[in-house]
């Protein structure tokens, strides 16, 4: 399920200067496609600001994402940024790679993170997904542990 929804999803990028800009850049493929709104993409950012760097889920990788306020969200999706340097988040927290969930309710993005889980415990996938630099490797890659 997971390998679908990032279907023209993925993007690579070599830096952005901060957390900020990259939480939008990974975001840009759902707001272009009418998934989300600009103001589910503010709700993500101030959710850094507020709860701080919990949404970096394992060392070099954070999935932002928001509670669906005020219609955010208007249809379940997830997106990926992959990047060649790292960006800062708050307390020092280095990221190279965005999931950018979004769930148009409580339960319908459950399969979602569960797919994503499966990869992170992956140590052998995590390597390979770590050095992929394609979307057609990303999706290949999924597809092998979903």
Not at 9 to 14: A, E, I, K
Not at 105 to 131: C, N, P, Y
């Amino acid at each position: 399920m997971l390998s679908q929804y990032l279907k023209n999803n993925v993007h690579f990028l070599n830096s952005v200067p901060t957390w900020e800009e990259a939480i939008k850049l990974a975001a840009e493929p759902l707001l272009n496609k009418g998934n989300i709104t600009e103001k589910y993409v503010q709700d993500m950012i101030q959710n850094v600001n507020v709860n701080g760097p919990y949404i970096v889920i394992v060392p070099g990788i954070a999935m932002p994402h928001a509670q669906n306020h005020d219609g955010g969200v208007l249809k379940t999706g997830i997106s990926f940024l992959k990047l060649k340097e790292p960006v800062f988040f708050p307390e020092e927290k280095d990221v190279n790679i965005l999931f950018v969930l979004a769930a148009e309710d409580t339960t319908g993005h459950l399969e979602l993170i569960s797919d994503l889980s499966s990869l992170l415990i992956d140590e052998d996938a995590m390597v390979k997904f770590k050095e992929a630099s394609s979307e057609s490797e990303i999706i290949e890659l999924i597809e092998s542990v979903e």
